[in-house]
């Protein structure tokens, strides 16, 4: 189990920071908690094993009321080279590509714009924030990261408090980022997926809620009749739903398809 560092640091101001970093951090400033946010009392563990790992990885806790890293994992230090006792907000993104760096803000002022406008606020804790970029890696060369990110609690404006996030390494999945944004429905919320920033209507979910069940079951390797078992559905059944997976992601097979739906963030 990787030990979790119970840090809060505070980042540098605003004047300290890159042209760069600061251009990340104006993305935040209108849309950040007013107050303090207490965490949720789901843990951590729960949080982190519902997410399925296709490569190294590594998660901290983001609080947008004051920027500061907390919860920050020691996996850190194997990709990015960083310690998680003294990594602070601004190490992570000057990690990132600086060619990604105008997708990242454009990404997170995206996804911001559509939880205000189309996601009922009891609903905005009930989702899960995917895309790609390429970070810096401790060897100094760059690879792709994907990013996943769970908001854990909103002030009572439901403006961003804490939010985990999670970096897996893809880059032996693919070297392509695609710039697209998916966001994810938990407990049986709609899915929008592979979302182009300049889009203003979002596709539905693909997938339903039985699907995406079975699709989580497939990527742990589950056969059809353990996914039949666990399901309490008939065996038939369980094929029916992985062909329809299939044809609607376009994918040959049941490799292609966890690839194609691990960069999505669908799983």
Known sequence: MDIIYLIRIRIPELHEMSTDIKKLHNVWLESRA????DFPTIGFDE?????????PFYF???????MSLSNVSTAIKDIHGLDPQTVNFSDVLDAIHPDDVDFVANAEA?????????????????????YSFRSRMKDGEYALLNHQAIMLSLDEDSRWGKSLNIHTRI??????????????????????MNMAIEETVPPM??????????????????????ISEKLFIAVLTVKKHRQNILNKTDCKNIAQLINECTLLGVI
């Open 34 to 37: 007013y107050q303090n946010t």
């Open 47 to 55: 949080l982190t094993n519902s997410i399925i790992s296709t490569g």
């Open 60 to 66: 901290y806790v983001i609080d947008f009321y004051d």
């Open 110 to 130: 995206f996804i911001t714009r559509f939880f205000y406008e189309r996601i009922p606020r009891e609903k905005l804790l009930s989702y899960k924030m995917n």
């Open 171 to 192: 880059d032996h999945l693919s070297n392509l980022n695609t710039r697209k944004i998916s966001i994810i429905g938990l407990n049986g919320e709609p899915s929008y």
């Open 205 to 226: 979910a693909c997938f339903s809620k039985r699907e995406k069940q079975i699709l989580k079951l497939i990527a742990e390797g589950f056969s059809n009749s353990e």
